[in-house]
């Protein structure tokens, strides 16, 4: 079945540094990879998505990079501030109405 | 403009029991997708509804079950409790082309615990 595998399950870094996760999926059906952040006690919430047409998009600090290839993507936060320490999760979709998501990274950034 | 509505925010329950869970979604949204979220587990997909039709389902036991009622809706049912139900219930909602294909809107969860 469907399967999204994401990496490190926890993250800590010092604040201006950049923090990396990657995620692998095995549906080659895929199309859709979105990024959620999810605060404590909070619903997660989209933070940046990518399309399997595009390589690589960027959003102020944060960008995702896609390997069709490889089925791979990545999440790239540079310059973290405090308020980026969450839980982030991966995911990836297609027109079958159901996102699979990762088992999420928790980020820590050190004041 | 009002975000997904989940109720009720926390619940205790015992194990044989059954469980009901509501979510209300933001106007104008039709798909309404439910997660269960666990420690170590992420996000596992339960089951996504639009007009009141179940689109897809997860790999959940028939304890587990929903639906969507006309004005978008939904509900989720979980029978003869066990204590690995215990979780964070998730509902997301979208406009209407599920939750494969654009932004998902998600409520505050529903925190169940089973005694």
């Known amino acids: 079945g469907e399967n999204v595998e994401q990496h490190p399950s926890t993250l800590s870094v010092q604040e201006g540094d950049s923090a990396v996760i990657k995620c692998t999926y095995s549906d080659s059906a895929s199309n859709y990879f979105p990024w959620y952040k999810q605060e404590l006690g909070k619903g997660p919430q989209l933070i940046i998505d990518i399309r399997s047409n595009v390589g690589e998009k960027k959003d102020q600090r944060i960008a995702v990079t896609l390997n069709k290839t490889a089925k791979h993507f990545s999440l790239h936060i540079t310059e973290t501030q405090p308020e980026d320490s969450a839980v982030y999760f991966c995911a990836a979709g297609d027109s079958s109405y159901k996102l699979i998501f990762g088992s999420g990274t928790r980020l820590l950034v050190r004041p | 403009k009002a975000g997904v509505t989940q109720t009720p925010r926390y619940l205790i329950k015992t194990r044989g029991q059954q469980v009901t869970l509501s979510c209300s979604p933001i106007?104008?949204?039709?798909?309404v997708s439910w997660y269960q979220q666990t420690p170590g587990q992420g996000l596992q997909f339960l089951f996504e509804?639009?007009?009141?039709?179940?689109?897809n389902k997860g790999n959940f036991p028939g304890r587990f079950s929903g639906r969507q009622f006309s004005n978008s809706r939904s509900e989720m049912n979980v029978s003869t409790l066990e204590l690995g139900d215990s979780a964070l219930y998730l509902c997301a909602t979208s406009w209407d082309r599920g939750p494969g294909t654009g932004e998902l809107f998600f409520g505050e969860g529903s925190r169940l615990t089973v005694l």
């Open positions: 509804y639009f007009s009141e039709t179940q689109r």
């Open positions: 106007s104008g949204h039709r798909s």
